[in-house]
């Protein structure tokens, strides 16, 4: 990659290190809301240990996009495959394939009534059967990593946003997936709890996690994204690296939209 184009320093560990085998492909999805056509004709393939950060503007399927690929959405027509499976619809298989792919939300949506170590430990036991003191073990080990292991008896009302969405992280993480979703995880926050949760997924990144992140965060795209995926009414307009997309955008509304937001 030109360096010499690189307008801030990111680790080159992230960007350049190679990246394996297809894990997440979504072959010609179709995806309608009644007559609104949300989803056209996704064709994308995320490899393993591969960052992508999917951006573009407000309802052009980018939330659709990541809550098909677990199943929080079916879609009408095409196929995705995890790990070359197909989605499964139900049950113990859709559970396990949940827990493969981890998905943190713009709103946490963390268990209000339960603690902080509760949220990180209840999945493992339930869906993956781990052993109570086993699983509060990963859990403080996962608190520990993102910073928040002091918080592990709270209710998640009593953290910051930036701490109850780096919890969120860790009760993803909790579950050993193999890739984890992002959908606009700072978007909610205060500015100055923005970077404690980029580092963390700069930080997942740098170890090899695949990644799908729709975020506005170019910061964070170029410190850490392999490609970009630029989408606009349901369609993949572009996909490229970040340099390329950044100073060298193709088409005209992916032009547009970056006039609008640098
Ligand atoms: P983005 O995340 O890019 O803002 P979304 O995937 O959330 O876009 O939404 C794409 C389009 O689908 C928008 O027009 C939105 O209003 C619509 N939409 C999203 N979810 C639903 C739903 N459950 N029912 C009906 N329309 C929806
Ligand atoms: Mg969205």
């Known amino acids: 990659m030109a360096d010499s184009m690189t307008a801030e320093p990111r680790p080159a560990d992230v960007t350049t290190r190679p990246t394996g085998e297809p894990l997440i492909v979504l072959d010609h999805v179709e ?3 009644g007559d609104l056509h949300v989803l056209r004709d ?18 052009s399927g980018k939330s659709t996009l990541c809550r098909t690929i677990n199943r929080l959405e079916t879609i009408d027509s095409g196929t995705i495959s995890v790990d070359g499976k197909p989605l499964p619809a139900e049950g113990r298989e859709l559970a396990r394939l949940r827990a493969d792919v981890g998905m943190v939300f713009q709103s946490f ?13 209840l999945g493992q036991i339930k869906a993956k059967g781990v052993k109570p003191a086993a699983a509060k073990a990963t859990a403080m080990e996962l608190l520990e990593r993102v910073g928040v292991a002091d918080q592990a008896s ?7 946003g930036g701490q109850q969405q780096r919890v969120a992280i860790a009760r993803a993480l909790a579950m050993k997936p193999k890739a984890m979703l992002f959908d606009e995880p700072t978007s909610a926050l205060d500015p100055e709890m923005i970077n404690e949760v980029l580092d963390v997924m700069v930080g997942l990144a740098q170890e090899g ?12 795209a170029r410190r850490a994204a392999h490609r970009v995926v630029f989408m606009d009414a349901g369609q993949v307009v572009e996909d490229a690296e970040p340099e390329t997309f950044f100073t ?4 005209d509304r992916a032009k547009d939209f970056l006039s609008k937001i640098l």
Not at 109 to 121: C, G, P, Q
């Open 31 to 33: 995806k309608h809301f």
């Open 42 to 59: 996704v064709n994308l393939t995320i490899h393993r240990g591969e960052v992508v950060v999917v951006i573009g503007p407000s309802g």
């Open 109 to 121: 949506n963390l268990f209000a009534h339960r603690t902080v170590l509760e949220n990180v430990t």
């Open 154 to 160: 709270k209710r998640p009302a009593q953290l910051s």
């Open 209 to 220: 996690m695949t990644m799908v992140v729709v975020t506005h965060e170019m910061g964070f």
């Open 248 to 251: 060298a955008p193709r088409s």
